[in-house]
């Protein structure tokens, strides 16, 4: 990877059931597949479905993966660790908010497959964050035609402000997702740039 780039980690995140036969399953399979090709690391949850999924993609051409999970003692809905899912780097946390926060802070992009509520509780968060720190946010990528609709409903029904459409781009194939983050790669090495210059001119 070239130094210059300060995109090194992307986080998957998406749907804990999908199966190898199911669409976000493959999908999450490839386009981690053609990130490790870029020489980024892939995170993940290290459980099942698109996470594991994730791992296969990356490790199928040599790429490296950390998983990020935590030991529940009383949670039998939470998918877990799935021993299927070989990561590179395994971390083990407390609970399943700092399980979330963990993986937000470690990918300096995000990429939303379709999911269910874990999906839409981390998908919240990564857009928040990205709003509060936009001009140096982590950007999103969301996969599917599916979001085009969501988002239409929150900026029908919510108050979204015009800089939060900003922070995101919705993707339909694997291909595209690349696109998306060399497209961010760009803006965030440009942002750097600009801080540096402020930073030596005073």
């Known amino acids: 990877m070239p130094a210059d780039k300060l995109i090194k980690n992307v986080t998957f995140l998406g749907y804990a059931d999908a199966k190898e036969s199911d669409e976000p399953f493959k999908a999450a399979y490839e386009v981690a597949r053609l990130c ?50 070989k990561v590179d780097e395994l971390i083990i946390l407390s609970n399943y908010l700092e399980r979330t926060l963990k993986l937000l802070e470690l990918g300096q992009i995000y990429i939303i497959f379709n999911g269910g509520t874990g999906t839409i509780s981390e998908f919240g968060m990564a857009w928040g964050l990205a709003r509060l720190h936009f001009g140096h946010h982590k950007p999103l990528i969301l996969y599917g035609d599916f979001w085009q609709e969501i988002i239409f409903a929150f900026t029908k029904g919510m108050y979204i402000r015009p800089e939060e ?9 694997p291909s595209q997702v690349v696109g998306a983050i060399d497209e961010f790669q760009l803006q965030v090495n440009n942002l750097a740039h600009e801080h540096t210059s402020r930073t030596f001119s005073i």
Do not use: C, W
């Open 36 to 85: 490790a090709l870029e020489g980024y690391t892939v995170v993940n949850g290290a459980g099942p479905g698109v996470m594991k999924a994730a791992t296969m993609g990356a490790k199928s051409v040599g790429g490296h993966v950390i998983g990020v999970t935590f030991l529940p003692k009383d949670l039998p809905a939470f998918e877990g660790r799935d021993q299927t899912n």
């Open 165 to 173: 459409r900003k922070v995101f781009r919705i993707v339909n194939s």
